[in-house]
């Protein structure tokens, strides 16, 4: 039998390349912060099932934050975890949210991604806490998908 995520939701799926994981946890521990519930994969304990943890969150998140950093090329997990978020918020399942990290294009977004409206790290005087901020925003309002 698989074992089951221990909470009912998660507001958040922070997605990230490996090579920028201190954001993530930055992003993480602001949503955190403000109450938020937050899938990270940093906090998957050793000797889980990664791929089927990864698919139990994602059923049960609202918002899919995926950080986007330049010179980042995206190993087959992260493509394959941002595929099924794509599919779910087309189902209108979630909300997929990219972030571009300082000095990332829109250019860089993956070809599913560059359809969604993004938050800019740079644009945001107080960096990844104003996309905390945001981000959390969103959880109290209507959302269009």
């Not at 937050?38 to 609202?62: C, M």
């Not at 977004?109 to 990844?128: A, D, I, M, S």
Request: hydrophobic share 45%; charged share 25%.
């Amino acid at each position: 039998m698989l074992e089951r995520l221990e909470v009912p939701h998660f507001d958040f799926f922070i997605s990230f390349p490996s090579t920028h994981e201190q954001p993530a946890k930055q992003l993480a521990a602001s949503l955190k912060a403000k109450g938020r519930q937050v899938f990270i994969s940093t906090d998957l304990a050793p000797g889980r099932n990664w791929p089927t943890k990864l698919r139990q969150a994602l059923e049960i998140t609202r918002i899919f934050a995926v950080l986007i950093a330049p010179g980042t090329e995206y190993p087959v997990y992260e493509q394959s975890e941002i595929v099924a978020a794509v599919e779910m918020a087309k189902e209108g399942r979630l909300i997929v949210v990219p972030v571009l990290l300082r000095e990332a294009q829109v250019s860089l977004l993956p070809l599913p991604l560059n359809v969604y409206q993004c938050l800019f790290e740079e644009k945001e005087p107080t960096g990844l806490h104003g996309i905390a901020e945001r981000l959390s925003k969103m959880m109290s309002q209507k959302v269009e998908t």
